[in-house]
C-alpha cells in the first residue's frame, strides 16, 4: 500500500498523486495505460488533462480526468466539477483512426462506463453502444435522466474547474483499491470520496467479470434534503446506480450505499448487544449481485461508514482488525452536510 497523507494542492494534483501512489513500487497491479495521455495542462484537451491506469488483474482501464459540468439534476441545473472517473475494458491507441493532429490520440473502447450522452466524441467513438441513451455496459436505475453520474472526486459545484483550483486531499492505493477523499477550498466547494475495489474474496463465484466496484459518495452546497449526500456506483458491465438530488432516496449522514443498486448500506455506531458494554459496532457495505439487493456477493474493504459522534473526527486514524482506516469528514468550503466515511489507510 501506498499512502497519500492530507495535503493542500490543486484540482490537478489530485490525477498526480493517485497515479504516482498507483505506480509505486509498492504497487505491482497497475501500470501506466497510455504514455500519450498526459496531466500537463499544454492544451485543454483531455488527452493533455489526464492520466490512464491499467489494472492487470481485472484487465480494466481506469481514466482520471479534470473537467465540470456533470449534471446533478435537471431541475436544479447544478453541476459538478472536479475529476471524472471512468472505466473501459479496452484502450485503443490506435491514431491512423483519428482524422488529424488535433484528434484524440487514444480513447476508451469495448465497454466502458462512458454514456452514449457524453458530450466528447474523443472519448465515445469507439465504446460499444446500444439503445438511444446508454451503452451495454451497464443498466441504469434512473431511467428518465440519462446523464448516468459518474464517478469522480467532485471537488466544486460549478460548470468548470481549473487545474490550479484549490483543494485538499487524502487517500491510499493498494493493488486492489483506490481510496480516496477530496474537497475543494471556496465558496462553491464540495466534498467527495471515491473507492475503486477489486474485489477478491466472493462468497461465490457469481460469474460477474470485471470483478470490481467503484462506489463514490458527493456533498453538495445548499439545497440539501435532510442531510443527503448523493451516491454513484458501478459493479461489472451490468448493473450501474446513481441518484441525482431529484430522487427521493435517503443517503443518510455516516452510511456507504443506498437502499437500490449494487452496494448496499454500511453503518457505523450500532450499540453492543451485551447491556454491560459500551463498545460501538460496525457493518461492512456489501456488495450485491444486482441492484434488487437479494444475493449478496461480497463485503467491501476500501472504506466504512465513519461517525464521529463516538469521538472520531476527520483525520482520525482507527484501528479495524488489524486494518487502519482514516476517517473523512468533509462538506467542501461553503457546504451543508458532510460526506463521512472511513477510507482505506493501511
Given at each position: 500500500m501506498v499512502k497519500i497523507p492530507q495535503q493542500s494542492g490543486t484540482a490537478s494534483d489530485i490525477i498526480d498523486a493517485i497515479a504516482a501512489a498507483a505506480l509505486d513500487d509498492e504497487n505491482s497491479a497497475w501500470s501506466d495505460g497510455?504514455?500519450?495521455?498526459?496531466?500537463?495542462?499544454?492544451?485543454?484537451?483531455?488527452?493533455?488533462?489526464?492520466r490512464?491506469?491499467?489494472h492487470s488483474p481485472t484487465g480494466l482501464y481506469l481514466l482520471l480526468m479534470l473537467e465540470g459540468g456533470w449534471y446533478i439534476t435537471e431541475v436544479r441545473?447544478?453541476?459538478?466539477?472536479?475529476?471524472?472517473?471512468?472505466?473501459?475494458?479496452?484502450?485503443?491507441?490506435?491514431?491512423?483512426i483519428w482524422a488529424d493532429e488535433n484528434s484524440a490520440p487514444a480513447a476508451p473502447a469495448g465497454r466502458s462506463t462512458i454514456p452514449r450522452s457524453y458530450g466528447s466524441s474523443d472519448?465515445?467513438?469507439?465504446?460499444?453502444?446500444?439503445?438511444?441513451?446508454?451503452?451495454?455496459?451497464?443498466?441504469?436505475?434512473?431511467?428518465?435522466?440519462n446523464r448516468q453520474g459518474p464517478c469522480g472526486f467532485?471537488?466544486?459545484?460549478?460548470?468548470?474547474?481549473?487545474?490550479?483550483?484549490?483543494?485538499?486531499?487524502?487517500?491510499?492505493?493498494?493493488?486492489?483499491?483506490?481510496?480516496?477523499?477530496a474537497w475543494g477550498r471556496d465558496s462553491s466547494g464540495i466534498a467527495s470520496v471515491n473507492v475503486?475495489?477489486?474485489?477478491?474474496?466472493?462468497?461465490?463465484?457469481?460469474?460477474?467479470?470485471?470483478?470490481a466496484v467503484m462506489y463514490c459518495n458527493q456533498s453538495h452546497t445548499g439545497g440539501l434534503r435532510d442531510g443527503w449526500t448523493y451516491p454513484s456506483s458501478f459493479y461489472g458491465w451490468n448493473e450501474h446506480y446513481y441518484m441525482p438530488r431529484d430522487n427521493h432516496y435517503p443517503m443518510e449522514v455516516g452510511q456507504i450505499g443506498t437502499i437500490e443498486g449494487p452496494v448496499g448500506m454500511g453503518q457505523?455506531?450500532?450499540?453492543?448487544?451485551?447491556?454491560?458494554?459500551?463498545?460501538?459496532?460496525?457493518?461492512?457495505?456489501?456488495?450485491?449481485?444486482?441492484?434488487?439487493?437479494?444475493?449478496?456477493?461480497?463485503v467491501l474493504k476500501g472504506s466504512l461508514p465513519s461517525q464521529s459522534g463516538i469521538g472520531l473526527g476527520h483525520g482520525h486514524t482507527v484501528d479495524v482488525d488489524g486494518t487502519d482506516y482514516r476517517y473523512f469528514e468533509q462538506t467542501g468550503e461553503d457546504g451543508d452536510v458532510p460526506v463521512k466515511q472511513a477510507i482505506l489507510y493501511e
Open positions: 497510455d504514455s500519450d495521455i498526459v496531466n500537463t495542462g499544454q492544451s485543454s484537451n483531455y488527452w493533455h488533462n489526464a490512464v491506469l491499467h441545473n447544478d453541476r459538478l466539477a472536479g475529476v471524472t472517473c471512468f472505466v473501459s475494458e479496452d484502450w485503443e491507441t490506435d491514431t491512423e472519448l465515445r467513438d469507439n465504446i460499444e453502444l446500444t439503445g438511444s441513451y446508454r451503452h451495454e455496459s451497464f443498466q441504469v436505475y434512473n431511467d428518465d435522466d467532485w471537488v466544486r459545484e460549478s460548470s468548470g474547474v481549473d487545474r490550479d483550483y484549490p483543494v485538499r486531499f487524502v487517500g491510499s492505493v493498494t493493488d486492489d483499491i483506490i481510496a480516496f477523499g475503486f475495489e477489486h474485489v477478491t474474496d466472493k462468497f461465490f463465484n457469481d460469474g460477474i467479470s470485471p470483478s457505523w455506531g450500532g450499540v453492543h448487544p451485551h447491556p454491560e458494554s459500551d463498545e460501538f459496532l460496525y457493518r461492512r457495505a456489501p456488495l450485491y449481485q444486482s441492484g434488487d439487493q437479494e444475493v449478496p456477493v461480497a
